[in-house]
């Protein structure tokens, strides 16, 4: 089992800046690649950023230029900059792991952790 704890989450006006970071700990063999999902009320869920276990990202569209994600061991990071309106949403991590080296990765996801941006 991978446990995952997010925190970082808050209100903020628009401008502002908020840095969210999730814990992965429990019975890990391996981690593919990390990364942050949001939701906003009635929309689905969307990628935000990734991060493979070599160091690539990927980023959406819409955070580029703004948001940076970054990794330091089983932590997972996302620097959110210039926060806007509507990058107001539940923000969740996620985990690709590996908790044998005989099973496949799979993927595990946070409670989420509620970012408000206010205009």
């Known amino acids: 089992q991978v446990q995952l704890v997010e925190s970082g989450g808050g209100s903020v006006q628009a401008g502002g800046s908020l840095r969210l970071s999730c814990g992965a700990s429990g019975s890990i063999y391996s981690i593919n690649s990390m990364g942050w999902y949001r939701q906003a009320p009635g929309k689905q869920r969307e990628l935000v950023a990734t991060?493979?276990?070599?160091?690539s990202t990927n980023y959406a569209d819409s955070v580029k230029g703004r948001f940076t994600i970054s990794r330091a061991k089983n932590t997972v990071y996302l620097q959110m900059n210039s926060l806007k309106p509507e990058d107001t949403a539940i923000y969740y991590c996620n985990v690709v792991a590996q908790t044998s080296p005989l099973w496949s990765a799979k993927d595990c996801w946070g409670k989420g952790t509620v970012v408000t941006v206010s205009s």
């Open positions: 991060i493979t276990s070599d160091g």
